[in-house]
């Protein structure tokens, strides 16, 4: 099995899945662009292992709240961001 953290899985998201640009979804979820590209690196690798292997993947652990979006209610439009640590 191979396990994504939620930071992981939302980096493949917002960059593969909404098209946005690595500085622009960093941004968006509250950390540094070298921060967000190794999230995005390491969660690429991961999924390319899985599909590779025919293993399963996970999703669990990493830090985060969930915040709704304005304009909408949909599930699909919420996205997660990283709790800041103080």
Do not use: C, P
């Not at 098209?19 to 690429?44: H, I, N, P």
Request: hydrophobic letters at 45%.
């Amino acid at each position: 099995m191979v396990s994504l953290t939620i930071e992981e899985l939302e980096a493949l998201r917002l960059v593969d899945i909404e098209g946005l640009r690595q500085e622009d979804a960093a941004t968006r979820v509250g950390v540094s662009r070298r921060a967000f590209w190794e999230d995005l690196k390491a969660a690429r690798m991961k999924v390319a292992l899985a599909l590779s292997t025919g293993k399963a993947i996970e999703i669990k652990g990493g830090n985060y709240i969930r915040i709704e979006t304005a304009d909408t209610n949909e599930d699909a439009d919420k996205m997660l961001t990283r709790e800041k640590e103080i």
